[in-house]
Protein backbone atom coordinates (compact mmCIF):
# COMPACT_ATOMS: atom_id res chain seq x y z
CA UNK A 1 0.00 0.00 0.00
CA UNK A 2 1.07 3.26 -0.61
CA UNK A 3 0.30 6.61 1.05
CA UNK A 4 1.39 10.28 1.19
CA UNK A 5 1.44 12.71 3.79
CA UNK A 6 1.26 16.96 3.31
CA UNK A 7 2.49 18.14 6.57
CA UNK A 8 0.85 21.23 6.12
CA UNK A 9 -2.72 22.42 5.46
CA UNK A 10 -1.88 25.64 5.03
CA UNK A 11 1.24 27.85 4.11
CA UNK A 12 0.76 31.34 4.29
CA UNK A 13 3.69 33.43 2.44
CA UNK A 14 4.38 36.97 1.31
CA UNK A 15 4.76 37.81 -2.16
CA UNK A 16 8.32 37.72 -3.71
CA UNK A 17 9.48 35.35 -0.64
CA UNK A 18 10.51 32.05 -1.13
CA UNK A 19 8.08 28.71 -0.01
CA UNK A 20 8.33 24.84 0.58
CA UNK A 21 5.73 22.37 0.87
CA UNK A 22 6.58 19.34 2.54
CA UNK A 23 5.40 16.01 1.07
CA UNK A 24 6.51 12.33 2.74
CA UNK A 25 4.91 9.47 1.22
CA UNK A 26 5.13 5.73 2.03
CA UNK A 27 5.63 2.75 -0.35
CA UNK A 28 7.40 -0.74 -0.63
CA UNK A 29 8.10 -0.59 -4.26
CA UNK A 30 9.51 1.97 -6.62
CA UNK A 31 7.73 5.02 -6.99
CA UNK A 32 6.81 7.28 -9.55
CA UNK A 33 5.94 11.22 -7.65
CA UNK A 34 3.96 14.06 -8.65
CA UNK A 35 2.62 17.21 -7.32
CA UNK A 36 -0.53 18.72 -8.92
CA UNK A 37 -1.82 22.10 -8.40
CA UNK A 38 -5.91 22.92 -8.46
CA UNK A 39 -6.56 26.75 -8.49
CA UNK A 40 -9.92 27.92 -6.93
CA UNK A 41 -12.93 25.71 -8.84
CA UNK A 42 -10.84 24.34 -11.55
CA UNK A 43 -9.69 20.92 -12.09
CA UNK A 44 -5.94 19.41 -11.23
CA UNK A 45 -3.00 20.52 -13.10
CA UNK A 46 -0.08 18.73 -13.00
CA UNK A 47 2.69 20.69 -11.93
CA UNK A 48 5.78 18.26 -11.82
CA UNK A 49 6.98 14.73 -11.80
CA UNK A 50 9.65 12.37 -11.32
CA UNK A 51 9.71 9.15 -12.66
CA UNK A 52 13.35 8.07 -12.62
CA UNK A 53 16.66 9.74 -12.95
CA UNK A 54 17.74 13.11 -11.79
CA UNK A 55 16.50 13.83 -8.50
CA UNK A 56 15.80 17.42 -9.21
CA UNK A 57 12.82 17.71 -11.22
CA UNK A 58 11.38 21.25 -12.61
CA UNK A 59 8.40 21.97 -13.37
CA UNK A 60 6.24 24.43 -14.40
CA UNK A 61 5.90 28.19 -12.95
CA UNK A 62 9.00 28.21 -12.05
CA UNK A 63 8.19 25.50 -9.13
CA UNK A 64 10.98 22.39 -8.55
CA UNK A 65 11.04 19.32 -6.07
CA UNK A 66 13.96 16.87 -4.89
CA UNK A 67 13.19 13.25 -4.42
CA UNK A 68 14.59 12.19 -1.75
CA UNK A 69 14.59 8.50 -1.68
CA UNK A 70 16.09 8.05 2.32
CA UNK A 71 14.03 10.78 3.88
CA UNK A 72 10.93 9.21 1.51
CA UNK A 73 10.56 13.07 0.89
CA UNK A 74 9.44 14.78 -1.77
CA UNK A 75 9.62 18.75 -0.93
CA UNK A 76 8.21 21.30 -3.29
CA UNK A 77 9.91 24.60 -3.37
CA UNK A 78 9.44 27.99 -5.26
CA UNK A 79 12.09 30.56 -4.80
CA UNK A 80 9.91 33.49 -5.33
CA UNK A 81 6.03 33.16 -4.99
CA UNK A 82 3.83 35.72 -6.98
CA UNK A 83 -0.35 36.11 -6.04
CA UNK A 84 -1.14 33.96 -9.10
CA UNK A 85 0.31 31.06 -7.32
CA UNK A 86 -2.26 31.18 -4.46
CA UNK A 87 -4.10 27.47 -4.97
CA UNK A 88 -3.89 24.34 -3.65
CA UNK A 89 -1.01 21.64 -4.63
CA UNK A 90 -1.30 18.09 -4.05
CA UNK A 91 1.35 15.44 -3.70
CA UNK A 92 0.87 12.09 -5.38
CA UNK A 93 2.34 8.81 -5.70
CA UNK A 94 1.82 6.03 -8.06
CA UNK A 95 3.64 2.20 -8.45
CA UNK A 96 3.32 0.61 -11.73
CA UNK A 97 1.14 -2.71 -10.36
CA UNK A 98 0.09 -4.23 -13.53
CA UNK A 99 0.21 -2.51 -16.42
CA UNK A 100 -1.90 0.25 -14.97
CA UNK A 101 -1.06 3.21 -12.03
CA UNK A 102 -3.68 4.49 -9.50
CA UNK A 103 -2.22 7.83 -7.87
CA UNK A 104 -2.95 8.08 -4.15
CA UNK A 105 -3.19 11.65 -3.18
CA UNK A 106 -1.75 13.68 -0.27
CA UNK A 107 -4.44 16.20 1.67
CA UNK A 108 -3.41 18.69 -0.25
CA UNK A 109 -1.80 22.16 1.18
CA UNK A 110 -3.46 25.53 0.66
CA UNK A 111 -0.73 27.99 -0.33
CA UNK A 112 -1.96 31.29 0.55
CA UNK A 113 0.39 34.81 -1.47
CA UNK A 114 0.00 37.60 0.89
CA UNK A 115 0.78 41.11 -1.27
CA UNK B 1 -1.60 20.12 -26.59
CA UNK B 2 -4.42 17.53 -25.99
CA UNK B 3 -6.50 17.59 -22.75
CA UNK B 4 -8.86 15.56 -21.12
CA UNK B 5 -12.90 16.99 -21.05
CA UNK B 6 -15.72 16.61 -18.85
CA UNK B 7 -19.75 17.51 -19.36
CA UNK B 8 -21.22 18.31 -17.69
CA UNK B 9 -19.54 20.86 -15.33
CA UNK B 10 -22.10 21.09 -13.24
CA UNK B 11 -24.85 18.58 -12.27
CA UNK B 12 -27.53 19.17 -10.25
CA UNK B 13 -29.92 16.11 -8.97
CA UNK B 14 -32.35 14.51 -6.41
CA UNK B 15 -31.70 12.05 -4.26
CA UNK B 16 -32.32 8.85 -5.82
CA UNK B 17 -31.71 9.88 -8.81
CA UNK B 18 -29.74 8.55 -11.50
CA UNK B 19 -26.72 10.51 -12.65
CA UNK B 20 -24.29 9.47 -15.67
CA UNK B 21 -20.90 12.16 -15.73
CA UNK B 22 -19.04 12.09 -19.16
CA UNK B 23 -15.35 11.92 -20.12
CA UNK B 24 -13.63 12.30 -23.15
CA UNK B 25 -9.84 10.79 -22.46
CA UNK B 26 -7.12 11.56 -24.78
CA UNK B 27 -7.39 9.78 -27.91
CA UNK B 28 -3.82 7.95 -27.66
CA UNK B 29 -4.52 7.03 -24.00
CA UNK B 30 -4.89 3.66 -22.40
CA UNK B 31 -5.93 3.67 -19.15
CA UNK B 32 -8.97 5.25 -17.34
CA UNK B 33 -10.07 6.49 -14.41
CA UNK B 34 -12.33 8.53 -12.61
CA UNK B 35 -11.53 10.42 -8.69
CA UNK B 36 -13.78 12.25 -6.88
CA UNK B 37 -12.86 15.45 -4.07
CA UNK B 38 -15.40 15.87 -1.35
CA UNK B 39 -15.52 19.77 -1.02
CA UNK B 40 -12.43 20.57 1.97
CA UNK B 41 -10.97 16.89 1.58
CA UNK B 42 -8.48 15.44 -0.40
CA UNK B 43 -8.90 13.29 -4.14
CA UNK B 44 -10.00 9.99 -3.95
CA UNK B 45 -9.65 7.03 -6.13
CA UNK B 46 -12.80 5.32 -7.38
CA UNK B 47 -11.99 3.12 -10.24
CA UNK B 48 -9.40 2.49 -13.00
CA UNK B 49 -10.43 1.67 -16.67
CA UNK B 50 -8.32 -0.16 -19.40
CA UNK B 51 -8.78 -2.61 -21.82
CA UNK B 52 -12.64 -2.23 -21.84
CA UNK B 53 -13.03 -3.38 -18.08
CA UNK B 54 -12.18 -1.88 -14.29
CA UNK B 55 -8.88 -2.95 -13.59
CA UNK B 56 -9.44 -1.78 -10.17
CA UNK B 57 -11.85 -0.04 -8.01
CA UNK B 58 -11.85 1.70 -4.47
CA UNK B 59 -14.00 0.60 -1.79
CA UNK B 60 -16.15 3.55 -2.45
CA UNK B 61 -16.84 2.65 -5.83
CA UNK B 62 -19.60 0.32 -4.66
CA UNK B 63 -22.68 -1.61 -6.68
CA UNK B 64 -24.75 2.24 -7.26
CA UNK B 65 -21.28 3.06 -9.32
CA UNK B 66 -20.56 2.11 -12.76
CA UNK B 67 -18.13 3.03 -15.43
CA UNK B 68 -18.51 1.91 -19.30
CA UNK B 69 -16.75 3.18 -23.09
CA UNK B 70 -19.73 3.09 -24.98
CA UNK B 71 -18.35 4.56 -28.10
CA UNK B 72 -14.36 4.53 -28.04
CA UNK B 73 -13.95 7.72 -27.25
CA UNK B 74 -16.35 8.35 -24.18
CA UNK B 75 -15.74 7.18 -20.82
CA UNK B 76 -19.00 7.64 -18.45
CA UNK B 77 -19.69 6.86 -15.03
CA UNK B 78 -22.76 6.08 -13.75
CA UNK B 79 -24.34 6.57 -10.24
CA UNK B 80 -27.79 4.57 -9.99
CA UNK B 81 -29.44 6.33 -7.19
CA UNK B 82 -27.72 9.36 -6.05
CA UNK B 83 -27.38 9.37 -2.20
CA UNK B 84 -26.72 13.37 -0.75
CA UNK B 85 -22.95 12.01 0.50
CA UNK B 86 -22.26 11.70 -3.41
CA UNK B 87 -22.48 15.28 -3.67
CA UNK B 88 -18.51 16.07 -4.60
CA UNK B 89 -15.88 17.31 -7.44
CA UNK B 90 -15.35 14.08 -9.94
CA UNK B 91 -12.08 14.01 -11.64
CA UNK B 92 -11.82 11.95 -14.84
CA UNK B 93 -7.97 11.17 -16.18
CA UNK B 94 -6.41 9.09 -18.42
CA UNK B 95 -2.83 7.82 -18.95
CA UNK B 96 -0.29 6.33 -21.57
CA UNK B 97 1.93 4.93 -19.41
CA UNK B 98 2.44 6.25 -15.76
CA UNK B 99 0.79 9.65 -14.86
CA UNK B 100 -2.78 10.80 -15.20
CA UNK B 101 -4.04 14.20 -17.29
CA UNK B 102 -6.98 15.01 -15.67
CA UNK B 103 -10.20 16.49 -16.36
CA UNK B 104 -11.77 19.91 -15.32
CA UNK B 105 -14.20 18.19 -13.15
CA UNK B 106 -18.06 18.04 -12.64
CA UNK B 107 -19.40 19.13 -9.68
CA UNK B 108 -22.65 17.01 -8.53
CA UNK B 109 -24.80 18.48 -6.07
CA UNK B 110 -27.27 16.08 -4.68
CA UNK B 111 -30.20 17.70 -3.03
Known amino acids: AQSVTQLDSQVPVFEEAPVELRCNYSSSVSVYLFWYVQYPNQGLQLLLKYLSGSTLVKGINGFEAEFNKSQTSFHLRKPSVHISDTAEYFCAVSSPSGGYQKVTFGTGTKLQVIP | ?111
Open chain 2, 1 to 111: EPEVTQTPSHQVTQMGQEVILRCVPISNHLYFYWYRQILGQKVEFLVSFYNNEISEKSEIFDDQFSVERPDGSNFTLKIRSTKLEDSAMYFCASSEKVWGIFGPGTRLTVL
